[in-house]
């Protein structure tokens, strides 16, 4: 049965530590629902209604025209050893950008990787515990490291030719912002 909490609990926090992989949840007003798998130890808990994930370059960058249009997003997080669990945070992100005045305050939480695009702030305003008794097992073996391989191939500005070509709109045509207008 699930149940809900109007913040992150100690206990919530330490699971969330634990896990190698998350998933993020956006929509725009219109258009696709996108879900994106992450990981690379790029998540921190900055307190019980405040989660801060660190966004590399992709092949799309759907999060940040869905949160540009409306907020909106969902992080789970899935238990695939141990006890089961699955928990939701929902809440309203914004993004930040290297130019921002918010960025050197947040990104020293982070590993530097290369790729680094964007940081993603979520205000959390409800959490969602529910069993994750169908959620498979699976045995962590590692960490890949073909992206960060792939951008420092690039170097910076190959990167940056990249997001110019690949980043700037979503899928559904909406803008992304990665770039100053």
């Given at each position: 049965m699930a149940k809900q909490y109007p913040q992150i609990t100690d206990a919530h926090q330490a699971f969330i530590e634990q896990q190698r992989i998350f998933f993020v949840g956006t929509a725009g007003r219109s258009g696709r629902v996108n879900v994106s798998p992450k990981g690379m130890d790029s998540l921190r808990v900055l307190g019980p209604n405040r989660v801060v994930?660190?966004?590399?370059?992709?092949?799309?960058?759907?999060?940040?025209?869905?949160?540009?249009?409306?907020?909106?997003?969902?992080?789970?997080?899935?238990?695939?050893?141990?006890?089961?669990?699955?928990?939701?945070?929902?809440?309203?992100?914004?993004?930040?950008?290297?130019?921002?005045?918010?960025?050197?305050?947040?990104?020293?939480?982070?590993?530097?990787?290369?790729?680094?695009?964007?940081?993603?702030?979520?205000?959390?305003?409800?959490?969602?515990?529910?069993?994750?008794?169908?959620?498979?097992?699976?045995?962590?073996?590692?960490?890949?490291?073909?992206?960060?391989?792939?951008?420092?191939?690039k170097g910076p500005d190959g990167v940056e030719a990249y997001w110019k070509e690949k980043n700037q709109v979503s899928i559904d045509g909406a803008p992304t912002h990665i770039f100053p207008k």
């Open positions: 994930w660190l966004s590399v370059t992709g092949s799309g960058n759907e999060s940040a025209a869905h949160v540009a249009e409306n907020g909106r997003m969902t992080v789970m997080f899935c238990s695939f050893e141990g006890a089961p669990m699955i928990l939701r945070l929902y809440g309203k992100a914004g993004v930040v950008y290297p130019r921002d005045p918010d960025w050197d305050g947040l990104i020293g939480e982070f590993p530097s990787l290369p790729g680094t695009r964007q940081l993603f702030d979520l205000q959390v305003d409800r959490v969602q515990t529910s069993c994750g008794m169908a959620v498979p097992l699976y045995d962590y073996e590692g960490d890949r490291e073909a992206l960060n391989q792939w951008a420092c191939k």
